[in-house]
């Protein structure tokens, strides 16, 4: 089935260091693939998205590569800040339903000053 | 302003009590949903909403029944609830088309004792 793998639950870092969050997906076709960011108290919204077409998406100093061939969506910056500390969440429309979202279940940044 | 707006934002019932959160939007989006969210597990779909009367199951459907008589407006009813059902519920709209970004509410925190 469309499944989104991530198996960070937490990532601490200081302010300046890079950012690695690792996220694997299975899906029978190629999907559109999205990393949400979730801050307190708050939904989810879009951080960024990336389609077939495009391979990579950038959005506020984050950056996202579509993988195909190792079915891999990681999540990178190159120097966090303390106002970066929230949960990112991993997530694909597969192309069978393209109106569900599947997320994977989260990776909580904190950055420390 | 594009907005989806929950109430309420904090809800506490006894076990075996009816519940109803309501959700609205002031996109004319066609598509809504319904998320929970519970520690480690990230957001698990419950129903979608395709349009006015037009509702599927998501993956976690039962104990939960929703309905949507206006296109801005989707409910999530409860009937009898449990105290497995406790965690917080998200509701969220988009577009139809696919790969669309899903605008999210700020989420209702449901205890049930």
């Known amino acids: 089935g469309d499944s989104v793998t991530q198996k960070q639950g937490q990532v601490t870092l200081s302010e300046d260091d890079f950012l690695f969050i690792n996220c694997t997906y299975s899906t029978t076709t190629y999907p559109t693939l999205f990393w949400y960011v979730q801050y307190p108290g708050q939904g989810p919204q879009l951080l960024l998205k990336v389609t077939t077409a495009n391979n990579k998406g950038i959005s506020r100093g984050f950056e996202a590569t579509y993988d195909k061939g190792t079915t891999s969506f990681h999540l990178q910056k190159a120097s966090v800040q303390e106002s970066d500390s929230a949960v990112y969440f991993c997530a694909l429309v597969p192309m069978s339903n393209y109106n569900v979202l599947y997320f994977g279940s989260g990776t909580k940044l904190t950055v420390e000053p | 302003d594009m907005k989806v707006t929950q109430m309420p934002r904090y809800l506490i019932k006894r076990m075996g009590e009816n519940v109803l959160l309501e959700c609205g939007q002031d996109?004319?989006?066609?598509?809504m949903y319904w998320y929970r969210q519970d520690p480690g597990l990230g957001l698990q779909l419950i129903y979608i909403s395709y349009d006015v009367d037009s509702n599927s199951e998501g993956d976690i459907p039962k104990g939960y029944r929703v309905s949507r008589k206006k296109r801005e407006h989707f409910s999530l009813i409860l009937d009898s609830a449990k105290t497995n059902q406790t965690s917080v519920y998200f509701c969220a709209s988009s577009l139809r088309d696919r790969g669309e970004t899903l605008y999210f509410g700020s989420g209702t925190r449901l205890t049930v004792l």
């Open positions: 996109m004319s989006h066609e598509t």
